[in-house]
């Protein structure tokens, strides 16, 4: 594999790195040229190739890619391993994963396209739309027969609410309160199910939180999805494809790997204490159905399959201030709304440490020791992805990998100080 850098008067050399690994796949290599690199571009290669070369030495994962693009500059790429390990198959810029809610941000940016067509203000209600949220119960606790209290909703969820997780709705995956045992009965996200169908089964769970009162991760992207529809009389999938990935070139991205790229579909893995373990279809997670067939659910909060330099289209369309090689979709202003800080005089709940959320996107506020500079913008997938925009200096950054439970390496605050350096902070 190779370091990579892409520009107008780059040409490279290719300077293998000594192999370190427990992994049997091909080490990390760098690409450089003096005309085109400056120090500053040569330490973050020798960083990143060293990052990669500790993932695989570590055997933490079977492979794994970054794709780090400098305003002006150019694009330095580095892959690792494999995307199917147990049949020995490369992992390489073409390969296919599951970005699951690398998905919201994409489906944020569709649903304020319509905003910027005057189809909704962020403050309306969601049920002008969506009528089955016009009479939302609260949870309130258990009753002494172990049935649940609930209570009228103090004010109505709204659209920004949708945009920012403080509808008080909840996922039924990642908590175990009463609620989320509530949307795992009703396996409210079922594939099985169309847009129009989940969204009235959320409708139907209690929430959580009182509207707007709390920060908390929830399937509202979902519900935007259905929202697209509604607005644009388009399914979600067709209207993601006709106004973001065919303006942008995203030939790969969708909520199905199209006929003849099944190859190039990488295996999913979870890391665990006793190692990586590959997963296939078993409930409650499905890794390869739901993307290889056409399902009724189009999960605008965790469906679609990408590449890492199909979703570096849309970063850098983030990066361009809406607008990437002549083609716009947002204007600045929208932008600039949907990566300011939305959450003043909310509680922040489980968010990290010195980040705030916009719509769609976390928000790095300012603060002594941040990682990203302040007004940097991010978010990540459930098998490991992760993405983030620093408009301060330029730079866009995509972490590619198929593996469960990298939290546990600490594998995006890593790709972070890769990026930044060894003074910046991690979180």
């Not at 500059?73 to 690398?102: C, V, W």
């Not at 509530?182 to 409708?203: P, T």
């Not at 991205?253 to 373990?277: I, M, N, S, W």
């Not at 499905?286 to 570096?312: C, E, H, N, R, W």
Request: hydrophobic share 40%; net charge neutral; charged share 20%.
């Amino acid at each position: 594999m190779s370091w990579i850098l892409r520009g107008a008067l780059a040409a490279f050399t290719a300077l293998a790195l000594a192999a370190c690994s427990t992994n049997s796949g091909p080490s990390p290599q760098r690409a450089v040229h003096a005309a085109a690199l400056d120090a500053q571009d040569l330490a973050r290669a020798k960083r990143i190739n060293a990052f990669l070369a500790d993932l695989q030495a570590e055997g933490v994962m079977p492979g794994a890619a970054v794709l780090v693009y400098s305003h002006g500059r150019g694009t330095l790429f580095g892959p690792f391993g494999y995307q199917d390990k147990e049949n020995r198959i490369a992992l390489d810029r073409h390969t296919i994963g599951r970005f699951y809610s690398m998905s919201k941000p994409i489906t944020g940016v569709a649903l304020m396209m319509l905003y910027e067509e005057g189809m909704f203000d962020l403050d309306d209600p969601v049920a002008t739309y969506l009528p089955e949220f016009a009479h939302m119960k609260v949870f309130a606790g258990m009753d002494g027969d172990g049935k649940p209290v609930l209570k009228d909703a103090r004010r109505p969820i709204t659209i920004r609410d949708l945009m920012r997780h403080t509808a008080g709705m909840t996922y039924g995956f990642f908590g175990d309160t009463p609620v989320d045992r509530m949307y795992r009965a009703h396996n409210i996200l079922s594939y099985e199910a169309g847009n129009a169908q989940m969204s009235k089964a959320v409708a139907k769970m209690p929430l959580l939180y009182q509207p707007g009162t709390r920060w908390h991760y929830s399937v509202a992207v979902d519900v935007q999805g259905r929202l697209i529809e509604v607005l644009s009389g388009q399914s979600l999938g067709d209207f993601l494809q006709a106004r973001i990935f065919k303006p942008l070139g995203m030939k790969d991205t969708g909520f199905t790997v199209r006929p003849g790229q099944q190859a190039r579909f990488a295996a999913l893995y979870q890391l665990k204490k006793d190692g990586l373990h590959r997963l296939g279809d078993d409930p409650p997670l499905l890794a390869d159905k739901p993307f290889l067939t056409d399902m009724p659910l189009q999960s605008g909060g965790g469906g679609l399959v990408s590449t890492i330099d199909d979703y570096m289209r849309f970063a850098r369309m983030l990066l361009g201030r809406g607008q990437l090689d002549g083609v716009r979709l947002l204007k600045p202003e929208t932008l600039a709304l949907m990566t300011t800080d939305q959450l003043a005089g909310i509680d922040h709940s489980e968010l990290p440490e010195g980040d705030s959320f916009g719509l769609d996107f976390a928000v790095r506020m300012p603060g002594p020791g941040a990682p990203f500079a302040p007004g940097s913008f991010y978010w990540g997938g459930l098998a490991g992805t992760f993405f983030f925009v620093d408009p301060h200096n330029g730079l866009a950054a995509v972490l590619f990998d198929q593996v469960i439970g990298t939290d546990a390496i600490r594998l995006r605050p890593r790709l972070v100080k890769a990026v930044y350096g060894p003074d910046s902070a991690t979180h």
